[in-house]
Nanobody
């Protein structure tokens, strides 16, 4: 079992930056890939970004490519999502997830989930 706890959400103005963090604990070796998903009100959960264990492979949704950056620290067992030039459409609850396939954008391939952190971008 892997426990994931997100932090760093909040209210920001459009164009600003925000950093989300996720702390992993437990059997982290079972989910070498860490990713971020988001869910806006009335919408399905959607993939944002993922990173493999080494940090050498990353995957991004087209909607955030060039604005968001994912990174991880395997000593601290954390994954970070740096969000730059945020837009109102980035408003959502952001979830940290643990899985095995870095190039999968399907939530079904992630077995561990955090509780989520709210990000609200004001226009």
């Amino acid at each position: 079992q892997v426990q994931l706890v997100e932090s760093g959400g909040g209210l920001v103005q459009a164009g600003a930056s925000l950093r989300l963090s996720c702390a992993a604990s437990g059997r982290t070796f079972s989910t070498p890939v860490l990713g971020w998903f988001r869910q806006a009100p009335g919408k399905e959960r959607e993939f944002v970004a993922s990173i493999d264990f080494s940090g050498g492979s990353t995957n991004y949704a087209d909607s955030v490519k060039g604005r968001f950056a994912i990174s991880r620290d395997n000593v601290k067992n954390t994954v970070t999502l740096q969000m730059n030039s945020v837009k109102p459409e980035d408003t959502a609850v952001y979830f940290c997830a643990g899985g095995r396939f870095v190039y999968s954008s399907s939530a079904n391939t992630y077995s561990s989930w955090g509780q989520g952190t709210q990000v609200t971008v004001a226009s």
